[in-house]
Structure formats: C-alpha cells, structure tokens
C-alpha cells in the first residue's frame, strides 16, 4: 500500500513538535511491515538541497514560503500547493495531520479532488475559534475537508466534541480513535550521578516551561547537587525563562540548551531522572510517551490528556498546579519510588501505547477507506 503523510512543518528546530513525531512514527511502522509510507511537508532552516528523507523516511520536502503574520498558519509553499494533486494521485492512501493551515488543507482538497481515500489526523490543532482567519478557513475548506475524509482519527473525547462542533450539524460520522504510539525502547540502565530533572518541548505559553523553574528552589535544596534542564525550541517563553533564572540565582543550575534532535531527545530521556511537562490542557503529548518508554517517570497537570493513565498505572505524577510540581519531582527522586515509577512507566507505554495496536487500528481504518 503507497500512503503518503502530509505534515505542517519540519524543521532544524523540530519548532513543529508532536505531529512530525506521530507520523514518521507511523511512517516507519507501515514501512517496517512492507508499506510504501512517505512524508510531505514544508522544510525550514536546511541548506539546499532539500534532504529526501526524515530519519529513513521518504519525504517531499518543499522550502517553507511566510505569506501571512500567522504563526505555522501563514507558511505554504507555491511549488506544494502546484504539485499537490500529482503527490495525492500517486498515493493509495493520503493522511493529512490536519491543521488551519495553507498545507495540510490544500493537500486534503488536493485528495477530495482526485478521489484518493482521504483519513485526517488532528492532533488537538483544530478546535472552535472566534478568529476570523480561523472562521474564514473553516467556511471556504475545513468543514468540507472533514466531512468528506473517509475517517477522522482522533485522540480524546474532548477533541471529539470540538471537531463536532467545528462541523456543526449532526456533526461527524466517520470518526475513529487514535491513541498516539511510541516505538518500544531497549532497556537500559538508570541514569547514574546527581538529580536531573528535564523538560523538553516547544517553549510557548501554554506549555509553561516557567513553572518548573519557579519549582527549582525547592528541589535544589533538598537536593543541591540537581541539575534543571529546559529545553526544546523557543515559541515566545524563553525570555521568561530566562528571566526566571536570574531572579531566582539559578545560573548554572537550570540550563536551556535549546532545540534537540530526535536522537538527542531519546539521550536526555534517558539522563533524565524525571520528566516534567507543566502544560495545560495538552492532547496527547509525545514527549511524555517518549520519557515513559525508556522508563523515565513523568510529572504532568491534571488537564493532560495521559494524566489518567499516568495515575493510574503510578509511572508518575499528576499536579493541579504549579505549586505542586516540586513536591512531586522530589516524591519520584526517591530511589524506591522511582524505581516502581520506572518499571510502571515501561509496562503502560508497552501494553497501552504500542506501534503494533496503533498500527493494526491504523491499517483496518486505511483497508475500510480503500472499500469506500
């Protein structure tokens, strides 16, 4: 089976984060089982030419254009939006990680257009919005794009209700739940030396990378030999970050080494004696999967999308709040607990969270897009 995946952004900076993970993940899954899976996307910051492939994976890149003052919504690509019908038309399968966007949308009408089984993946990105931008896309070719998909993958029940409200009417017909995956990891051993706490995602607001900086005090001074790591790239929040720092003398204990590649990502992991993610209302985070298959146990806010799971399996903490953030990390740095937490974060992303029961649901959606 030929599928292609059409993704917003990817970039030196990995600034496009979970979607570009989710489908090289799935990517790499199809074509381990004998699948002609490729990526489409917008490519920024490489030098020409343009790389052919992302991690292995096949990919159509095409030099990422500014038209608009509007974050990941306001980039395209002329040659994309010209070649978009010839990219569906050589697919079997398309699936569009669909955002507001001048990428993912073309490419989904590019689909609807040529008849190719179309399956949309929203990752949380397409909610109700008062903006007019976001009011104009939805009535020129959202709406059509998700009432004409032969399925729309979704994660949470939350992001049901939202699409369906995006949609209007009787809402979708065709929606089918999608957890996230994440490729099983080598057992290794636990990180050795002093505390080391990690944060690594997009540094923007709702993410609130702050939070555990102002939680830093207190995990320092029952342990003043840890290490505070923030990094990931900058979406506005890093002056605060920074800013944070100096107010509270942290120089040279909290560090923000910037953006990781995936390699480094799965390295600092696994330093990692705990991760944190302060952020609100977060889907269905690939970063807290990652930390919980190489056994890293996980602090995150009770509006996380995995904070259910992440509870009840005990493979970390979950917080209401800032202020709860470093009594938690200081709970998971004791060896014992953290031990279990460990052991427990393995088992849920193994038996949970797999690429095997992804990628079954996942092809039974492709086979029963491909009858009609």
Avoid: W
């Avoid at 990752?123 to 959202?142: F, K, N, T």
């Avoid at 923007?204 to 003043?224: E, G, N, T």
């Avoid at 506005?236 to 390699?263: F, H, M, N, Q, Y």
């Avoid at 146990?297 to 399996?313: K, Q, W």
Wanted: neutral net charge; aromatic residues 2%.
């Amino acid at each position: 089976m030929r599928v292609l995946h059409a993704v917003t952004l990817h970039s030196t900076t990995h600034a496009f984060g979970g979607p570009v993970r989710v489908a090289l993940n799935l990517c790499k899954g199809l074509r381990e089982r004998g699948h002609d899976a490729r990526v489409t996307a917008l490519a920024d910051g490489f030098p020409a030419p343009l790389p052919e492939e992302i991690e292995g994976v096949p990919a159509r890149l095409y030099r990422a254009r500014r038209i608009l003052p509007l974050g990941f919504s306001g980039l395209t690509s002329p040659s994309l939006l010209a070649g978009a019908h010839r990219l569906v038309r050589a697919a079997d399968v398309v699936h569009v990680h669909l955002a507001r966007d001048l990428v993912t949308l073309p490419v989904a009408l590019a689909a609807l257009r040529a008849g190719r089984p179309l399956v949309l993946q929203t990752h949380g990105m397409v909610d109700p919005s008062e903006r007019l931008s976001a009011r104009l896309l939805d009535a020129v070719a959202l709406r059509r794009v998700l009432t004409g998909a032969h399925a729309v993958l979704h994660l949470t029940s939350r992001e049901l209700r939202d699409l369906n409200a995006v949609v209007g009417g009787a809402g979708l017909d065709r929606a089918v739940r999608l957890v996230n995956g994440v490729p099983a990891q080598p057992d290794g051993p636990a990180p050795q030396g002093p505390p080391r706490v990690l944060y690594a995602a997009r540094l923007q607001a709702r993410k609130r990378p702050a939070d555990l900086v102002d939680a830093a005090p207190a995990i320092l001074a029952r342990h003043p030999d840890a290490s505070i790591v923030v990094a990931g790239p900058d979406e506005g929040e890093l002056a605060s970050v920074r800013r944070r720092i100096d107010e509270l003398g942290l120089a040279g204990k909290v560090s923000c080494p910037g953006p990781l590649t995936g390699t480094q990502m799965t390295e600092e992991l696994r330093r990692a004696h705990v991760y944190v993610l302060p952020s609100v209302d977060e889907p269905f985070p690939m970063s807290v999967l990652e930390a919980m298959a190489v056994g890293t146990p996980v602090v995150v806010t009770d509006s996380n999308g995995l904070a259910r799971d992440v509870d009840r399996s005990g493979a970390g903490r979950v917080v209401t709040g800032p202020d709860g953030i470093a009594p938690a990390v200081l709970d998971l740095l004791e060896p014992s607990v953290r031990e279990n937490a460990s052991a427990s974060a393995r088992e849920l992303t193994a038996e949970t969270f797999s690429m095997g029961a992804v990628l079954g649901t996942l092809l039974d959606v492709y086979e029963r897009s491909q009858d009609g």
